[in-house]
């Protein structure tokens, strides 16, 4: 059970810091100067969401259901965690389609609201971590 409890706890902090940083590569590609610096912060978001981002993802969520069918599933506070990582995953989903939408039309928001979707990842990562550490009910 600690091998996996590591491991998910490994691929949240891998999940979470790509959270973190996609929305600054969002930042930098709807203020770049150029067709080439955006399609090289394209191929970087690309990158990251495809080969990085999206494991992680997905092996958080598989070890934390893993963990779930350990330890079971008791405590208040849990129902509250899981909707809170429901709702990383449509941040996660929804970075991906900003990265398609900047790709097909450019920057369609302003910078300051892709600057401003750094509070999503951090609010909720913030959440999670507080649930989990303190089982406040």
């Not at 891998?14 to 770049?32: E, G, K, M």
């Not at 969520?61 to 330890?71: A, E, S």
């Not at 999670?128 to 089982?135: A, C, F, N």
Request: glycine letters at 6%; a positive charge.
């Amino acid at each position: 059970m600690l091998l996996v409890l590591t491991l998910h706890i490994a691929f949240l902090l891998l999940w979470s810091a790509t959270l973190l940083y996609f929305p600054q590569l969002l930042v930098h590609q709807a203020s770049a100067k150029d067709d080439e610096e955006r399609q090289r912060f394209l191929k970087v978001q690309h990158t990251l969401y495809a080969f990085v981002m999206t494991p992680a993802g997905l092996l958080t969520i598989i070890f934390g259901i893993w963990l779930l069918f350990l330890q079971g599933f008791s405590g208040g506070w849990l129902p509250v965690k899981l909707s809170l990582v429901l709702f990383m995953v449509f941040f996660h989903v929804y970075c991906g389609n900003l990265m398609e939408e900047l790709k097909v039309q450019g920057p369609v928001h302003s910078i300051w609201f892709y600057r401003l979707l750094l509070l999503a990842p951090v609010l909720l990562i913030t959440a999670v971590v507080t649930l989990v550490v303190q089982k406040p009910f």
